[in-house]
C-alpha cells in the first residue's frame, strides 16, 4: 500500500513539474509538437510507400 501512494505521489510531482515547465518555457512544448509532427507524416510517408506497389498491382 505504501508503495503504491509513493509512486502516486512521485507521479504527481513528476506532472505537475511538467507541466510548470511547459507553461514556463512554451518553446519546449512547440518542440514536442514539431518532433510528434515529424514522427507522424515519416509513418505516413513509410506506410505509403510500402503499400503503394500493392496498390499500383491492383488498379492496373
Given at each position: 500500500?505504501?508503495?503504491?501512494?509513493?509512486?502516486?505521489?512521485?507521479?504527481?510531482?513528476?506532472?505537475?513539474?511538467?507541466?510548470?515547465l511547459?507553461?514556463?518555457?512554451?518553446?519546449?512544448?512547440?518542440?514536442?509538437?514539431?518532433?510528434?509532427?515529424?514522427?507522424?507524416?515519416?509513418?505516413?510517408?513509410?506506410?505509403?510507400?510500402?503499400?503503394?506497389?500493392?496498390?499500383?498491382?491492383?488498379?492496373?
Amino acid at each position: 500500500l505504501q508503495r503504491r501512494l509513493a509512486k502516486r505521489l512521485a507521479r504527481r510531482l513528476a506532472a505537475s513539474f511538467i507541466a510548470r515547465l511547459l507553461h514556463r518555457y512554451r518553446w519546449i512544448a512547440y518542440i514536442g509538437l514539431l518532433i510528434i509532427l515529424y514522427v507522424a507524416l515519416d509513418m505516413v510517408y513509410r506506410g505509403a510507400m510500402e503499400i503503394w506497389p500493392h496498390v499500383n498491382n491492383a488498379v492496373s
